[in-house]
């Protein structure tokens, strides 16, 4: 990629429980550059994957996304977001429960802010969820890299019952519902 498609990338940071999950669904698709693990929306500085499993640094496990909205938009990244976590559930996933578990949308725009509102009232008033959305939608705060044993978790440990029980069926779903969007490799 030359210095002006770069130029071109725009970044999505989102938060939809554990970023594991997160990492392996945006990772398959076109037009998504980098994923990164990590930690935003709390209060301390430079935190630890052992400080933020406690739930009092406020920070959320999240995603940062590197993407070129010229093969896949923003609007796109949300859509598949709310498909594979459950946005009905405050503060828990599946097994993991806390506030650094939050369903959340951390935007760097005005435009991202708008797009996520306009994304959360299409899906209440077409009623696709039986319970009320809670994902937050927030500015985005400084966003810090989790630990190295975190990235690219789930390509590297497949075969991790966590992996098998919990991250499969999410991709399942992102093969099964949006394969249009899909790299053609990984």
């Given at each position: 990629?030359?210095?002006?498609?770069?130029?071109?990338l725009e970044k999505a940071?989102?938060?939809?429980g554990c970023f594991w999950?997160?990492?392996?669904?945006?990772?398959?698709?076109?037009?998504?550059?980098?994923?990164?693990?990590?930690?935003?929306?709390?209060?301390?500085?430079?935190?630890?994957?052992?400080?933020?499993?406690?739930?009092?640094?406020?920070?959320?496990?999240?995603?940062?996304?590197?993407?070129?909205?010229?093969?896949?938009?923003?609007?796109?990244?949300?859509?598949?977001?709310?498909?594979?976590?459950?946005?009905?559930?405050?503060?828990?996933?599946?097994?993991?429960?806390?506030?650094?578990?939050?369903?959340?949308?951390?935007?760097?725009?005005?435009?991202?802010?708008?797009?996520?509102?306009?994304?959360?009232?299409?899906?209440?008033?077409?009623?696709?969820?039986?319970?009320?959305?809670?994902?937050?939608?927030?500015?985005?705060?400084?966003?810090?890299?989790?630990?190295?044993?975190?990235?690219?978790?789930?390509?590297?440990?497949?075969?991790?019952?966590?992996?098998?029980?919990?991250?499969?069926?999410?991709?399942?779903?992102?093969?099964?519902?949006?394969?249009?969007?899909?790299?053609?490799?990984?």
């Amino acid at each position: 990629m030359d210095e002006k498609e770069k130029q071109k990338l725009e970044k999505a940071t989102l938060a939809g429980g554990c970023f594991w999950c997160t990492e392996a669904v945006f990772q398959r698709l076109d037009g998504v550059e980098k994923v990164t693990s990590g930690f935003t929306g709390g209060t301390i500085k430079n935190p630890a994957y052992r400080e933020i499993i406690t739930g009092r640094t406020g920070h959320a496990e999240a995603i940062e996304i590197i993407y070129n909205p010229s093969i896949i938009n923003y609007r796109d990244l949300l859509l598949i977001f709310f498909s594979t976590h459950d946005p009905t559930s405050l503060n828990r996933q599946q097994n993991d429960v806390g506030t650094q578990y939050r369903s959340a949308i951390f935007y760097h725009s005005e435009e991202q802010k708008t797009i996520a509102e306009e994304v959360i009232q299409q899906l209440a008033k077409e009623k696709v969820y039986d319970k009320p959305i809670v994902t937050e939608v927030t500015p985005a705060k400084e966003f810090y890299k989790a630990e190295e044993e975190h990235q690219d978790f789930y390509n590297q440990h497949r075969q991790q019952p966590y992996c098998q029980y919990i991250i499969d069926p999410k991709i399942e779903k992102l093969n099964k519902f949006f394969s249009d969007k899909l790299k053609q490799k990984l």
